[in-house]
T-cell receptor
Framework: DAGITQSPRHKVTETGTPVTLRCHQT?????MYWYRQDPGHGLRLIHY???????DKGEVSDGYSVSRSKTEDFLLTLESATSSQTSVYFC????????????FGDGTRLSIL | AQSVTQLGSHVSVSEGALVLLRCNYS??????LFWYVQYPNQGLQLLLK??????LVKGINGFEAEFKKSETSFHLTKPSAHMSDAAEYFC?????????????FGTGTRLQVTL
């Protein structure tokens, strides 16, 4: 398995609270991605990173921010969580060649009450 | 912009029967295409990929897919289904542009295998 660890694996929190999810990789890959998975939508890209301190928005970035201060860590923050952000969040990594596939972590199940 | 359509959100087959999961894509550039499988409460695992070499691609667990440019399709097949194949399957296309070759996923097909 690709060396990707997501933490926490499960979290329940209340509307309006800040939440940070962590993705840690041991592969030294350049590219990292955050997705959310919802029934009927497949996976949708939230944000991605192409290097330390280099990030960009994906398809569904509103309400989310990211940071990457080290190659191995990519953080996803919900500044003020809303119930619509209840979802399963996946981190993925990819090597430098664009024909390489993305490899996924095991996900974080986030419930916002 | 690219898009992926997976026809059939649920597919049911008998054990030993042919598995056919459909994927059609649109892309403004020659695509890279991927199939992933997701078992309950797990992340996505790569089954196979097409990156402009052979059009018939073989993957893990006996699955294969054929890239057909004229039909803009990349259907996934397996000759004989096994109970352990029950899972959700996602097709994805890479945009091959910009800095990160972002993936666009289909909405998934849940495969049920019955005795």
């Amino acid at each position: 398995d690709a060396g990707i660890t997501q933490s926490p694996r499960h979290k329940v929190t209340e509307t309006g609270t800040p939440v940070t999810l962590r993705c840690h990789q041991t592969e030294n890959h350049r590219y990292m991605y955050w997705y959310r998975q919802d029934p009927g939508h497949g996976l949708r890209l939230i944000h991605y990173s192409y290097g330390v301190k280099d990030t960009d928005k994906g398809e569904v970035s509103d309400g989310y921010s990211v940071s990457r201060s080290k190659t191995e860590d990519f953080l996803l923050t919900l500044e003020s969580a809303t119930s619509s952000q209840t979802s399963v969040y996946f981190c993925a990594i990819r090597g430098s060649a664009d024909n390489q596939p993305q490899h996924f972590g095991d996900g974080t199940r986030l419930s916002i009450l | 912009a690219q898009s992926v359509t997976q026809l059939g959100s649920h597919v049911s087959v008998s054990e030993g029967a042919l598995v056919l999961l459909r994927c059609n894509y649109s892309s403004s550039v020659p695509p890279y295409l991927f199939w992933y499988v997701q078992y309950p409460n797990q992340g996505l695992q790569l089954l196979l990929k097409y990156t402009s070499a052979a059009t018939l691609v073989k993957g893990i667990n006996g699955f294969e897919a054929e890239f057909k440019k004229s039909e803009t399709s990349f259907h996934l097949t397996k000759p004989s289904a096994h109970m352990s194949d029950a899972a959700e399957y996602f097709c994805a296309v890479s945009d091959r542009t910009g800095t990160a070759s972002k993936l666009t996923f289909g909405t998934g097909t849940r495969l049920q295998v019955t005795l």
